[in-house]
């Protein structure tokens, strides 16, 4: 199909195998996903980047019980997949996506968020085996604005600017809580894992992850009582701080290993953040940091308490 209007499905169908090309100078979406239980499988959507400035995500999922699998999504003038109730109507309570490749998208693969400023919330989402290439401002996945209760694993991007990232809109009912993320890969990306915002959000664990070449292996801000365990750095960037932990107070940071080349900078900056446990942090024979782990705090912050072990610098 080539359309030029959005579909609007509103009965819980299911549909196979589809091949849809929005048409050039188009802005819109391909799919708008407006009942429950609604299952895309086996398809191919294809956007239009490169002839509008700006545009909608292919899909656009309103409702719960949706499943989107098997899927390639490519050259979207936005996201892939949009995941977000509508403002004052429904919450989205459960959803599935998985197997999907995205090329070349101006933003995520996977966009999950709320609305009507975080009171329309979006929870238990399973997001698994999602692939980004060539993203232009974005990444695999990006959980946004309020979402909870989120299960995201095996998760690749490469020539983008995150695999994962965490980010609101400085609204405080838009804090993001219980984010479990397990096997993560990024190359050649800008960051691997980026959380940048200024919400505190809550129980978020990354787990089993490798950055290879990448600019940052991972910025984390205002992540209280996060987990980061299993970690793999591999031929750093140069000059910026490997992973920035920022006002981020009961974090647990655990075996991290830095391999390859390194130039100048820090492996692990801690920045006005309380009650940080490190431990497991190795730096290669090869790597040649200035700082293994720096602790910075402001004049306005107060004293900090880390728990530090098992250190090879």
């Known amino acids: ?101 995205g090329h070349r998208n101006v933003g995520n693969v996977v966009l999950l968020s709320t609305s009507s400023g975080g009171k329309t919330g979006t929870r238990n989402v399973l997001v698994e085996n999602v692939r980004a290439y060539d993203s232009k401002f974005k990444g695999a996945l990006e959980v946004s604005n309020g979402v909870q209760d989120i299960f995201a694993q095996t998760l690749y991007a490469e020539r983008c600017v995150f695999v994962f990232a965490v980010q609101d809109q400085s609204l405080n009912q838009q804090s993001i809580r219980r984010v479990l993320l397990t096997s993560v890969v990024a190359r050649n990306c800008d960051y691997g894992v980026l959380t940048r915002g200024s919400v505190q959000h809550y129980d978020i664990s990354i787990s089993g992850a490798i950055f290879e070449n990448c600019e940052t292996a991972m910025t984390l801000h205002n992540l209280n009582w996060g987990r980061v365990y299993d970690v793999r750095v591999i031929d750093a960037g140069s000059g910026k701080p490997q992973i920035g932990i920022l006002r981020s107070d009961n974090l647990t940071l655990r075996d991290v290993s830095f391999i390859g080349k390194s130039q100048s900078g820090t492996a692990v900056l801690i920045k006005e953040s309380n009650k940080v446990r490190v431990s497991g942090v190795v730096l290669g024979e090869t790597t040649s940091f200035t700082y293994g782990i720096l602790f910075f705090e402001t004049s306005e912050s107060k004293l900090l308490y880390a728990d530090i072990s098992e250190i090879d610098l």
């Open 1 to 101: 199909w080539e359309v030029s209007k959005v579909i609007v499905i509103d009965k819980p169908l299911t549909l196979r195998g589809i091949h849809v090309t929005l048409q050039p100078r188009v802005v819109g979406s391909i799919f708008s996903l407006r009942s429950n239980g609604i299952t895309i499988s086996d398809f191919t959507m294809i956007g239009n980047r490169d002839s509008v400035s700006t545009g909608h995500s292919l899909i656009n999922a309103y409702r719960s019980g949706f499943v989107i699998e098997n899927g390639v999504l490519k050259s979207s003038a936005s996201h892939g997949i949009r995941v977000a109730p509508i403002s004052g109507g429904l919450k989205i309570d459960g959803g599935v996506i998985r197997d999907l490749v």
